[in-house]
Every structure is written in C-alpha cells, then in structure tokens.
C-alpha cells in the first residue's frame, strides 16, 4: 500500500509540473451591453450569462441579446501568447522586431535555471514539490464549481435549479471539531514544540524514565493551555462579529407582503428592502428607490477604501412601474450597467431601495476580492526554530559520543536514548513560555504608550517583525492623506489668487451679479436676443471681473456633485433631497461627489458667493450672493473617465435659454482641445511642484440648431449595437475644438499629520516606501512629490501604458536605463508586465528609491506583497486604513491599520492598529528595536541556561564512567528553570540599548537591525562557547575543590551554578531597571529560603550514599570561598572581556550616547 501510495503521489506531481507548464488560468471580464428583461405573466425571470459583474473596464464587443444578461468575469484559457518563454531584457528594438522567432527558443527565465539541480533539490526544492503536490490535491478537492449562465426568478427563489451559495460571513479559522487539532498542529509544526512532546511522552517508558513526570509535562501543558485560551477567545470573538453580522433583518418582499428575514437566509432571486444606513447584504441589481430623482447614494468606504458617496440609478423600467408586482406587456428591454448595480458590504446614504440578488455568500464582489488570512510567524521564530534544530544534533552527537565511549556494552541503544533525556535540556521547553510572555508585555508597552495614544496590538506573537522591516507598503487616501480637498489656486491666465486673496474673487463675483440683477431689473425685455447675439459678435478682451464670474460659474457647474439635506423633523429618520420650494439653507447642507476634488471646487464656489442648492438627473439650481435662485437644466452629462480624464456637462440657462458646453480635466488632456495660450502649460507645471492636483476649465457656447444636431448624432451612437463607445467618444470630440479657456484650478489633498518627516525619519532608517493606490496616475504622483514620497531632485519615470508583451518589454528597457528614479506605474501595466517579466521588473521596481502604483485592485496590492517576499526575502509591511486594504494587511509580514474615515475594516483585519500615520515613525524605531533587541538576547539566554546545565551533565558522566545517571533531579530541574533564574532572565524584557528619543534622533540605528545581527549563527556560537567554559568550569571546580567533601558537589555546584547565571543576567543587561535589581535579590533570596527544603535533592544518588544536605556545612567559610572563587574564575574573565570590547570596538549606539 505505501508504494502504491508514493506511485500516486509520484503520479500527480508529474500532472502538477505538466499543468503549470502546459497552461494558465486568468480572470477575464465579457464585454458589456447587458439587458435587462421582464416577460409578462407569473414569476418574473431574469437570465444571466456568466457569474459575476465586471470589476474591471473592458473591451468593446458586440453584445448578445437576451433577457437580462449581466456580462462579467469568468475562467478562460490565456491566450497563446501567454506560453512564450521569457524573453530576456536589453534587446534593441530592431532586434525585438526581427527576431520574433526567439520567443520560442530562449530559456524561460534566468531564475528558474539557477533553481534547478540536485542542490535545489536538497535545500528547498523537496519542501516545494511536496507544498505543490499539497496545494494542487486540495484545489481538486475544493474546485471552485464553474461559473456558468444563470437564470434568476424574481421574488421566487425556490424555483432556481442551481444552488447557490448561502449568503453568510464566515471569519472563523476553525469550527467545534477543528479547533483542537487545528491549534495542536499550528503548535506542533515548529520543531521546539513537537521535540519536548516526544520526550515528554518518552517518560511513560519505565526503562526510559529518568525523572518525575511533572518536570516535563507541566511546562508543556502550560504553553499548550496559553496557547489554547488565546485562541479560543480570538476565535469566539470572530464567531460573535460574524454572528451579530448574519443575524442583521432586512425586510423581503414576496407575494404575502413584507416578512422579516436574517442576512444569511437571503437567497439568489430574493426582492430585499434595504433602509437608509443599512448594509447592502449581497450583489443586487437596483430595481426602486423611494427618492423622487430614482437614484440614491451608497458609502463605499469597506468596500474600496473611498470615503466619498457613489450615486447609483434604479432601473429605469422598474422604478416607472405604479407597484413593483404588476406585469410588464409587452416585454421591456432595458440595458443595464454598473450604475444599476448595488455590492454587498456597502451602505445605502439615502432613502430606500428595493434590489434583486444576484450573487451571495462567497460569489459577491467583496469576498471575491478579499485573500485568506495566513497564520504569520516571525522571522526571529524561524531563526531560532533553525537553532533548535542545530541543537538536536549536537543533542544527538553528544549522545553518540557517550555511548561510544561507552564500548556499546549491554543495551547500548536504551543508553543512548536516556543520555538523549539527560542532555535534552540543551533544547529548553521554557524558550517558547519566555518569548511568548515577552512579547505580551511588548504588546502592553505599546498599548501604554502616551506618545502614540490609541495604538492596538491584536496580534501578539509578532512584535519583533516591526524591527526587522525593510520594505512598507502604504495606501494613499486615508493613510498618507487626510481625504480632505481643500481649494488652493485659481488662476485666469494674467492673474493668479491664492488662499489671502479669495476675498478679491468674493466681491468680484458679488459686483458681478449685482451689476446682472441691476440691468435686469431696467431692462426685462429684450435680454435673452443680445446675449444670444454676444456669441457671433466680434471678440473684445473681458475685464478681469468677469472672466472671474465666467470661470466661478463653470466651476459650480461643471460636476457630479448632489447636495443633500438632513430633514429637521427627524420623526421618520429620513433624509430627502432638496426640492426647489425647499428651503436651501446652508446648516444642513452636505454635498457628496464621487470625487473629493468636486467637493472641494463646489464648497470654494459656495465660500466666494455662488452656492449650489439643488440637483437631480435633469436639473440644477445656483443660489446667488443676493439670494436669487438660477435654475440650469441639464441636457447631457459626460462622466469622468480614466481613458478621457475629463468629463463635461451640456447645460440651457433657463432665463435666457442660452445653451453651453463646460468640460474640465487633466492638463494632458485639455491642451490640444482649447484655443491657444502660452501660460498653461508652465503654470501647470508650478502648480505640480507644489503638490496640487490641477484641473484645466473650458467652455464652448452653442445655439440650438448645433446642439440639436449633436443630440441626433449623440442618440444615435448610443443606440449603435457595434463599437458603441468610440462612436459616442467621436460624436463628443466633435464639440471639444477651440474652446474657450477660462481657468485653471489648483486643489490640495490634506497630508496627514507630520506625514514628510515620518517619510523621511523611515527613509533614514532604510525601509523602502511603496505606495499602492487605486487612485488615478496624476493624483498619486502628485500625493508622492507634496509627501516627499519622491524628492524635489529626484526623477519620476511614468510608466506608459502597455498591453502586450512586446510593449512590456521595450518600455522595461527604457527603464532599465534611467538610475535613481523613482518609477510610477498602473495597475493593468504592472499586470502585463509580471505576466511576462516577474523577476525582472521586480529586480528593477526593488532598485528605485520609491515605487508608486496606481489603480491597483485589493487583489493586486495582496500579489505585490507576495512579489517582494519571494523574490527579496525582506520583511514586509504593509499600512492601510479601508476595507479595500484588508488582503494587502494580511499578506505582508506585518500589517498595520489605521482608523480612520474609512471604518476599521483594516484595523480589525491588521496586526497592529494605529491611530496616525506619524505613529509608525516610533512603533518601528522605538517599540520595533527593543522587541527585537530583547527577544533575541532573551531567546539566547535561555538555551545558555540549558547549554550549561548540559555541559556540567556531560562533564559528571564522563567522570562517572560514563554513566547515563542524572546530576540533578526532581525540583532542581524544574526550579532551576523557574523561581531560581526565570525572573532575572525574564526582567532582560526591560532592557534597552538606546533612549527612545535617541533612536528617534538616530532612525540610521534601524538599519543595523535588517541585518540580524542580534541573533545570528555566529551570536549563538559565542554563547555555545561561553556555556562550554562555565560548565565545565563549574563542575570541575567543584570536582577538585570539594574532594574530601565529595557527597556535598551537587549542592556547590548547583549553588554556583545559581549565582553565576544571576551575575550573568546582570552582565547581558545594558540598561537597568530597578525592576531588574529587585528580580537578582528575589531569586538569589527564593534560593537561599529553599536550601533547608531541599536536603533529599542535595547528595549524589540517594540511594547509594544516604547522603543528605548538612546546614551546619553550607554556613562556614571553607564552603562560602570556594563557591565564590568557582563563580569568580566562570564569571570574571567574560566581564573583561566585555570591558575591552566596549573600549576597543563600541557598538553604533555607544558612540552616539557617549
């Protein structure tokens, strides 16, 4: 059975290499239209072609027709191209033209040829192909079922043929019957854990037993029950949030009324009511809302980390119909698109909505793009993991020895396992006790921090990663940014104002419109046919006063802003949007924008006079400085892409019925569309300096037949069935030709607090910043040059958009040529260019100074965390504060949340959880220092105290005769171990090498830190070293001195063995603490009290020498000198040399105390 067994694991590890070779799988989203149909009599049924809506833009193509068809991301077979070998880099672009042919004739990649080979095979390679092996049977095993069509029944969910997914949230790591092998494994995997069960299990062997049972087992029930309880109390609190979550109401319409039902009983095809401030509970399709314009807000914020509200529409056809129960005939088509969808974990912002689901459980758009938790374990564990190891086999090698010595005489291989439990405290069980209680009072020193209040540690077991970081990866909004746009510059051409200057703008536009109201209220006819004429009429240069009332008009027109009012009533708890006959007053006025940019450039235009008081789909109304209403009606809206990046808006003034074209966007993309001028290109560039996001503002006046004649053309492009959008994108060019330039505006994001030193304190310190963003391009280079992300000096290499691999590889070539530039790159270009050339865009991206990536999904941020601990093997750490950081948090190897605007989805999710940006400045360089620091020298204390113990084993059974009989036993052992030395070993927690404020002052200490030196191989040989010498200095000092006293040399020895590790607690420390102090005089007090309790443990083998503790011997003098000159000749010589280390060769931080 076991070969058979090894042929079929043989046998699919064959299939595993072949099918990671042969083929990939990708995500690809379908093109849209999508339709939306209702067929008249019984159930309402809605078909839908694939699994989920697209997250991403996709291609044109041309649509199906169907029902209702919801096109989105489904498995499909890479393209051919994706199976080309690796091409390598520097090629000239003749060469890359000409030489096509080479894709398929050079190596895959430069790292993978250096993997291979018996050596790989011995160090790493074994544990690869078995994790792959592992990895692929559970993926067949738990295969995620195909994403097929589905067809959904309204209101009726029980005829649907398929089975869906509940719609519950499940963050358990373990449920009733895994919970105890589950954490029994996590803890058995690491060697430490798993070597002391073996030789605690040994004991229950009466030729094996040496000692008492509690001297094995009661340390290892106690790390097992901390353990235990710590994670059965983390795991209940996850099952009560997912609990209170699953168990929330939402109100289901069926054809008996309204009933009641929990969030984890919502099925696919269900009609559910979501009220104002609920949460969304699954993927639905927006059929009704109870607002009077047909669309609401939704909060996004655990969703995509954004703070600002997203507008979403009710299905045309439905939010028409008198009750949503009657039937439709004949049947309507409707195309729906992402504005028609509502996504589970999102919050609706205003009034009620009714939506279909679509997509639960773990099929809906959050879960899909959230990663699985991994269990972390720090870098300091695996290196001392790796020790233990390096002990065991000098365990094994010293025990071998003895029995060699032995001649092998009787039953040599019983001998050799008892001389392996009397040397097994080389190996001490109370490392891990130690470290564990070390890093909880890590955790509650930085929880007790006044410096940086608020700060939570959720995850104990890794405090020291946060000295040991060399990359961080930080998200944009909310983390380096406050997500507050405040208006900074508005410039006109020949005249620029800044922040002391917006008075000057306040009562030009207040004369401006006083002067209209003047001339109106003398002339009421006649108005409307010169302004008609002024179009036409030869061009005189304005007056600043009103190319100011020009440019404030464009600018409170030309959004997606909405303002809403807060009802003052609050019986019902609604909030409805302002009417014109409401009353616009400004106390209870909010405005919400997709874009924090808009908010800010409409709350400047209400600051200087110009407010806007109301806005639904068709209409928009201005209130001025005198109070006068302006009424706009809106003919057609053109949104903000990041293909176009900029959007316009086509409005009528109703008193005049003068129609005009406004448009505002990127630099690059309004110069060529307005008329000639020589001062926008440079004042964009002054205004990028300063870290101000710019937008360009543009208008173009229209008559009627010319915007009758672009309707017509508009209509009938979106009407088009084949290349919609570029027909429609042609259609809208066809306006943009010389307009008129109006202004340009200059809008700075708020940088957190202290953010530019904190970046620069972590710069010093050698971590490399990455900033991840879904953010467009412009706006995250703009954040990274006023964060001082990316120096004044220092260059910026964009990445260009590429889309295949022969782009992908000329553009990395020209990156590859620039040196100490920082890179800026999108997501969909990063994609292309890791599917191609990992190893070498990483190699090069690793080189920059600074990384900034934009338009990056969840996902993505997860995969380049992933990217740069395998190929760096760095510590990673990655800071977010929204719902949409979640995966990249858990990924890295320490994650930090904020909490902040976005919620606490990542605090909750983050090992660490701070309040500020500025507080990571002192969590790494003070708290992650001295985890670190202390760890490491607590960690190679505790095996000096089991290396020396086992050393003076060794040296007692060579002297006798190699006898495999213990030196001390019962309490000694354990005492030894706990109320004799665990204080004073325990108190080196409170140790520091450098004042926090020096290692502030000093962030260069960091770096010293990256490079393990604290606890290294060559660190633990010199305590090897030093444990070799005591012991043997001990025991054989207690040998020669104690001769005619030969049946006391277990109490000397062991008194001296007391005291030395005392002094050299207090050799180790650098800093003491009166804590410290109080810890040596308690054990040595705690010793001393014992030593009357101790007379049967105190004489060597009771049995054979009756021997028994003799107070009246301990009290003299003979016995006090000669204890002390062992302890003085162990001790003295490591002080000297410490001495003169410290003199001839001081470590960083001694030169800068000094």
Request: charged share 20%; glycine share 6%; proline share 3%.
């Amino acid at each position: 059975m076991l070969m058979q067994f090894l042929c079929l694991l043989v046998l699919l590890l064959t299939v595993r290499l072949l099918c990671c070779r042969s083929a990939g799988v990708c995500w690809r989203s379908i093109p849209d239209p999508v339709y939306l149909g209702f067929t008249s009599g019984g159930c309402r049924t809605a078909k839908i072609a694939a699994c989920s809506f697209p997250w991403k833009p996709c291609p044109r193509g041309a649509p199906a027709r169907c029902h209702l068809e919801l096109f989105c991301m489904r498995y499909q077979l890479e393209d051919e191209s994706a199976h080309l070998d690796e091409m390598p880099l520097m090629m000239s672009e003749e060469g890359f033209e000409n030489e096509e042919s080479d894709y398929h004739t050079l190596p895959r990649a430069r790292i993978m040829q250096r993997k291979r080979g018996l050596e790989w095979f011995v160090c790493d390679g074994w544990k690869f192909l078995c994790t792959s092996c592992c990895d692929w049977l559970v993926n067949i095993c738990q295969r995620k079922k195909e994403l097929k069509a589905r067809t959904v029944w309204l209101g009726c969910p029980e005829k649907c043929e398929e089975k869906h997914p509940r719609n519950s949230i499940k963050n358990q790591k373990y449920n009733v019957f895994t919970f105890i092998p589950g954490v029994l494994y996590e803890q058995f995997k690491f060697f430490l854990n798993l070597y002391f069960l073996v030789i605690s299990c040994s004991q229950f062997v009466p030729a094996l037993k040496i000692g008492y049972l509690y001297t094995y087992w009661a340390p290892l029930g106690f790390v097992l029950a901390v353990t235990m309880t710590r994670e059965a109390i983390d795991e209940f609190r996850r099952f009560q949030r997912d609990k209170e979550v699953n168990s929330q109401l939402y109100s289901k319409l069926t054809v008996r009324g309204k009933v009641q039902v929990k969030s984890s009983d919502i099925q696919v095809g269900d009609l559910i009511i979501v009220e104002k401030n609920q949460r969304i509970p699954s993927d639905m399709v927006f059929l009704r809302t109870s607002e009077k314009a047909g669309s609401c807000f939704i909060r996004t914020d655990q969703l995509d980390g954004e703070t600002d509200w997203k507008l979403k529409v009710a299905v045309s056809c439905t939010q028409r119909l008198p009750a949503l129960g009657e039937d439709s005939d004949p049947p309507v088509h409707e195309s729906l698109s992402i504005e028609n969808t509502l996504w589970a974990s999102t919050v609706v912002a205003s009034g009620t909505v009714i939506g279909v689901v679509i997509y639960t459980g773990k099929e809906t758009r959050s879960v899909m793009n959230t990663s699985n938790p991994k269990n972390k374990v720090g870098l300091l564990d695996l290196e001392l993991n790796r020790l233990t190891k390096a002990l065991f086999l000098a365990l094994v090698a010293l025990s071998v020895v003895m029995v060699t010595l032995q001649g092998f005489v009787g039953p040599w291989y019983r001998n050799l396992f008892r001389f392996l439990l009397l040397f097994s405290y080389i190996i001490p069980i109370s490392l891990r006790v130690n470290l564990d209680m070390g890093k909880a009072v890590y955790g509650w020193m930085m929880m007790k921090d006044e410096n940086i209040p608020g700060t939570v540690v959720r995850t104990s077991t890794i405090p020291e990663e946060l000295g040991r970081l060399v990359y961080l990866l930080t998200d944009k909004t909310g983390t380096l940014t406050q997500n507050e746009m405040v208006f900074k510059r508005l410039h006109l051409g020949t005249v620029s104002y800044g922040a002391d200057t917006m008075d000057e703008i306040q009562s030009h536009v207040r004369d401006s419109y006083s002067q209209m109201q003047s001339q109106a209220g003398g002339n009421n006819t006649g108005s409307t046919p010169p302004r008609k004429a002024q179009s036409s009429a030869p061009k005189v240069r304005k007056s600043v006063s009103s190319r100011i009332h020009e440019a404030v008009k464009a600018i409170v027109l030309c959004h997606n802003v909405t303002p809403v009012y807060e009802s003052r009533a609050g019986v019902t708890g609604e909030t409805e949007f302002a009417e014109a006959d409401q009353d616009f007053s400004d106390e209870n006025r909010t405005y919400q924008a997709s874009s924090p940019d808009e908010v800010a450039l409409v709350q400047w235009t209400e600051s200087v006079g110009l407010t806007l008081v109301s806005r639904d789909l068709t209409s928009m109304q201005l209130k001025t400085p005198s109070g006068q209403v302006l009424s706009f009606c809106i003919l057609q809206l053109f949104p903000f892409t990041s293909e176009s990046k900029r959007m316009g808006i086509i409005v009528r003034d109703e008193s005049t019925a003068e129609i005009t074209f406004y448009m505002k966007g990127a630099d690059v993309a309004m110069s060529p569309i307005v008329q000639y001028n020589d001062w926008l290109e440079e004042e964009c560039g002054n205004m990028a300096r300063e870290g101000l996001r710019t937008l360009v503002v543009a208008k173009k006046a229209l008559t009627e037949e010319q915007y009758q004649d672009f309707e017509s053309r508009y209509t009938q492009a979106k009407l088009s069935m084949h290349d919609r959008s570029l027909k429609v994108a042609a259609v809208v060019e066809s306006l943009e030709r010389e307009m008129e330039l109006l202004c340009l505006t200059g809008v700075e994001d708020q940088l957190q607090a202290d953010v530019r030193p904190t970046l620069e304190m972590l710069r010093n310190a050698g971590i490399k910043i990455w900033m991840l963003t879904g953010d467009k391009l412009e706006t995250a280079t703009c954040i990274a040059k006023s964060s001082h992300l990316v120096s004044r000096t220092q260059d910026i290499h964009i990445f260009r958009q590429v889309t295949n691999r022969g782009e992908a590889h000329l553009e990395l070539n020209a990156f590859r040529r620039k040196h100490d530039c920082a890179l800026v790159i999108s997501g969909d270009s990063l994609e292309v260019c890791l599917k191609y050339y990992e190893h070498e865009f990483v190699e090069l991206a690793c080189q920059c100074p600074a990384v900034v990536c934009c338009r990056c999904s969840p996902t993505q941020k997860a995969h380049i965390v992933t990217l740069l601990q395998q190929h760096t093997g760095r510590r990673t750490c990655a800071i977010g504060d929204g719902g949409n950081d979640v995966s990249m948090v858990q990924a890295a190897d320490c994650g930090i949340g904020i909490e902040g605007k976005e919620g606490k989805q990542a605090s909750l999710a983050a090992d660490f959880s701070i309040r500020q940006f500025r507080h990571i400045g002192r969590l790494l360089m003070v708290h992650g220092r001295n985890s670190y620091k202390r760890s490491a020298a607590l960690g190679q204390f505790v095996m000096h105290r089991g290396l020396i113990i086992s050393t003076m084993q060794a040296v007692f059974s060579s002297v006798f005769y190699f006898a495999s009989v213990p030196l001390y036993q019962g309490f000694l052992m354990v005492g030894y171990a706990t109320i004799y030395t665990m204080f004073p070993v325990f108190s080196l927690v409170l140790d520091q090498d450098v004042k926090p404020e020096m290692a502030m002052l000093y962030p260069e200490l960091y770096k010293d830190l990256t490079k393990g030196r604290s606890l290294s191989f060559k660190t633990f040989l010199i305590w090897v070293l030093i444990s070799i010498y005591q012991g043997g200095i001990l025991m054989y000092g207690a040998l020669v001195l104690f001769e005619s006293e030969f049946v006391h040399v277990v109490a000397i020895s062991f008194t001296a063995l007391i005291l030395t590790e005392l002094l050299m607690v207090a050799l180790t420390v650098r800093t003491w603490h009166w804590l410290m102090v109080v810890a040596e005089f308690l054990s040595l007090g705690c010793y001393v009290s014992s030593l009357a309790f101790l007379n049967e443990y105190f004489g060597i083998g009771r049995v054979s020498f009756g021997a028994f503790l003799d107070v009246a011997f301990i009290t003299t003098v003979a016995f006090l000198w000669k204890v002390s000159a062992i302890t003085v000749v162990s001790c003295l010589p490591l002080y000297v040399l410490k001495y003169l280390r410290r003199k001839l060769s001081p470590p960083s931080y001694c030169k800068l105390a000094s």
